[in-house]
Nanobody, 122 residues
């Protein structure tokens, strides 16, 4: 199984970025997909996730209303649209996969991507 996340970069506060994560080696439509992030010196934290069918999603309070997760099961891809970015959103962002349902615990996810760095300047 491989998860490849990309789309990170440097953006000014208030700007937008869209991250993508392409999965291979698994039946993508059977897996919930999560996004997590880890800032320097901090623990990895839940950002949001979408269930296997793409209808149910969940977000951390810190990103609710600014970030949106979507998925394209035909393309084995999950997206994280990030709007109104803040300096505190600066982190390495990871995608992860688990069977079917959404949970927020990092330990519940079976497969992880390599991470993509997002830097938000003030």
């Amino acid at each position: 199984v491989q998860l490849q996340a990309f789309g990170g970069g440097l953006v000014q506060a208030g700007g937008s970025l869209r991250l993508s994560c392409v999965a291979s080696g698994l039946t993508f439509s059977n897996y919930a997909m999560g996004w997590f992030r880890q800032a320097p010196g901090k623990e990895r934290e839940f950002v949001g996730a979408v269930a296997y069918g793409g209808i149910i999603s969940s977000y951390a309070d810190s990103v609710k209303g600014r970030f949106t997760i979507s998925r394209d099961n035909a393309q084995n891809t999950v997206y994280l649209q990030m709007n109104s970015l803040r300096p505190e959103d600066t982190a390495v962002y990871y995608c992860a996969a688990r069977w079917r349902t959404i949970v927020e615990r990092t330990t519940a996810y079976e497969y992880w991507g390599q991470g993509t760095l997002v830097t938000v300047s003030s």
